[in-house]
């Protein structure tokens, strides 16, 4: 018989976080699942330390393609009907996937959730500023300033990434906020209020840390009033937050003398202006 989930780890060069992770995979109270990890072309003995787990897990190897490439692979590969990530820097607590399988089960009508996180950075807990708390239900509007679904938070079903597509491989960042925002244009993402997430930031290789996300965001926001999906209210609020991101963008690059990619950006959100 099938598992009733699969966990997709996907990882470069961070072998012992990793070994954390999949630790706690392994330690979940559920246990009807199957554990997928995707090694995106490390160097470090991360293949020496998944060979260790033996059938515990099922991992594979690729050349490096980017943490959207790594997690497309591990959905392809897996079997469940139900999908849940788990980032190599991140952490569960024991009863993570048994409460959110349960939600799942009780309610088939809902097609994802995510539980709250505990926030660790440079070895301390901190405390989430106030406009990174997660709404619930209809996320749409709120999520188009910034990503407020984590993938190491989230349980999906599969017929939802069928539906509104993979992760995007051309994406290097933001590649989170942008299937997020394609989720959130038509289905509620629910909140679980405990948090069962172990979230550790700080470390030189986060990504969601690095200088330009702004820049993927804004061609997310493209994609998004390209798509034909948004009704006209979401259109209306995509428009002006690709205004804004513009704005800050194409100054910055000024500042910074690329004064021909600057105005490129601070010209382009004319180009939808007049949409639909």
């Not at 060069?13 to 070994?19: K, T």
């Not at 244009?185 to 700080?202: A, C, F, N, Q």
Request: proline share 6%; hydrophobic share 35%; charged share 30%.
């Amino acid at each position: 018989m099938s598992p009733e989930i699969s966990v997709i780890i996907p990882t470069f060069n961070r072998a012992s976080m990793l070994v954390e992770a999949v630790e706690s995979v392994l330690a979940q109270d559920m246990t009807d699942l199957e554990l997928i990890v995707i090694n995106d072309g490390s160097t470090d003995e991360t293949e020496e330390r998944l060979s260790a787990y033996g059938s515990r897990l099922k991992h594979y190897q690729q050349e490096n393609a980017g943490v959207s490439a790594a997690r497309n692979r591990g959905i392809t590969l897996s079997v469940a009907p139900l999908i849940a990530f788990l980032d190599s820097d991140d952490l569960w607590l024991p009863s993570k996937l048994q409460v959110q399988h349960t939600y799942m089960t009780e309610n088939p009508e809902i097609h994802i959730c995510q539980t709250e996180e505990i926030w660790w950075r440079n070895g301390r807990r901190v405390n989430p500023k106030k406009h990174h708390q997660k709404p619930a239900g209809d996320i749409f509007q709120r999520s188009l300033e910034l990503c407020l679904v984590s993938p190491s938070a989230v349980m999906m079903r599969r017929e939802l990434l069928e539906k509104v597509g993979y992760f995007d491989e051309e994406l290097p960042l933001a590649e989170d906020y942008d299937l997020w925002l394609r989720v959130a244009v038509d289905y509620p993402v629910v909140l679980l209020p405990e948090p069962l997430v172990i979230k550790r930031g700080g470390h030189p290789d986060q990504l969601s840390a690095r200088k330009g996300i702004d820049r993927y965001r804004i061609e997310a926001l493209e994609k998004l009033l390209n798509s034909g999906r948004l009704s006209p209210e979401q259109y209306d609020w995509t428009w002006k937050t690709l205004q804004r991101k513009c704005q800050i963008y194409g100054e910055g690059c000024i500042k910074r003398g690329k004064v021909q990619e600057g105005e490129r950006y601070l010209a382009l959100p004319n180009k939808y202006r007049n949409k639909p």
